[in-house]
């Protein structure tokens, strides 16, 4: 059960929010979706869900295009949320269960595991709007999950939790990633997605600029970081011949170099200075690549 995007476009008059996209996320694989604010991002999953028509190409889901009779299968939660704030948090996901095909008592049961398992089973006679925002979140990801989608579209998910909810989150993400579901998720948490990630894409302006599985993308990048750690001082080493970005950090600093003999040079001149307690060539995190790819000024 693969989602496929073929060269999609969507244009609102003049003006070209998504321009040629082309996506494939295969049956238990999840994919990351990045780029910066009004890159495209909800569009495209609107389009995905039927809400929006493509201006041109085709988005499928087992072949078949998303319609109202789809909608068992698809759980989305969308980055603007959208609870009913006086409405009881038990009777909520009761009645949004219901709407995506379950049968109430079946809602009502599983609901109550789901509520066990983000720890706010207290809650289930709370109007939404007395929950905290993060509380508030965990509710519209369980209205998202409780029927047990097979396709999951995750509008920033982790945004408004704390470390430990994002933990919890991710756990539920994974198992239904594990039971063969097909998840694309966009998030501005670059870790994130580096943990959770098998392929990705980064769009800037509606384009594709960045496509593959996380280890073609740091490959493709071509550089690599050197981290030293030292209590001696090291700004000598920012002028060292193919150093192209030094990240000063409180244990040393960090060099974006383009080669390995770059490297070598820099332990080198690092060692004139005294003893060093660190040093290590690094793989470039996504954040060192999306920050390239996509402008500092969004990152």
């Known amino acids: 059960m693969s989602l496929k995007i073929e060269q999609v476009t969507k244009r609102f008059g003049d003006f070209t ?25 909800t569009t495209t999953f609107r389009m995905i869900l039927g ?5 041109e190409g085709k988005v499928s889901w087992n072949g078949q295009p998303i319609s109202y009779a789809t909608s068992p299968q698809i759980g989305y939660l969308p980055e603007e949320r ?18 995506r095909g379950m049968k109430k008592s079946d809602a009502k049961l599983t609901l109550k ?19 905290s925002k993060g509380n508030q979140q965990k509710i519209q990801v369980i209205a998202s999950l409780m029927h047990n989608p097979k396709l999951l579209i995750l509008d920033e998910p982790f945004s408004g939790l704390d470390p430990v909810n994002v933990e919890m989150l991710k756990s539920a993400i994974l198992d239904f990633r594990n039971n063969g579901a097909t998840i694309i998720f966009s998030s501005h948490r670059m870790d994130h997605v580096e943990e959770l990630c098998e392929q990705l894409s980064i769009i800037h302006h509606g384009k594709q600029i960045v496509s593959g ?26 002028t060292v011949p193919g150093v192209q970005a030094v990240h000063k950090t409180i244990e040393g600093a960090v060099y974006q170099v ?42």
């Open 17 to 41: 929010a998504v321009d040629n996209l082309s996506i494939t996320v295969e049956e238990g694989t999840m994919y990351g979706f990045l780029g910066a604010n009004g890159a495209g991002k």
């Open 213 to 238: 599985t996380l280890r073609e993308v740091k490959r493709s990048f071509g550089k690599q970081n050197v981290r030293i750690h030292s209590d001696h001082d090291l700004s000598l080493l920012d």
């Open 113 to 131: 595991k789901w509520l066990d398992r983000m720890e706010i089973s207290h809650y289930a006679n709370k109007k939404v709007e007395e929950l």
């Open 51 to 55: 809400l929006l028509n493509a201006s």
């Open 258 to 299: 383009e080669a390995e003999q770059v490297a070598e040079n820099l332990l080198t001149e690092a060692l004139k200075s005294g003893a060093i307690r660190h040093f290590a060539i690094e793989e470039p995190s996504l954040q060192d690549i999306f920050i390239e790819k996509v402008g500092k000024e969004h990152a």
């Open 82 to 99: 959208g609870l009913y704030p006086k409405m009881k948090v038990e009777e909520q996901l009761v009645f949004l269960g219901e709407l």
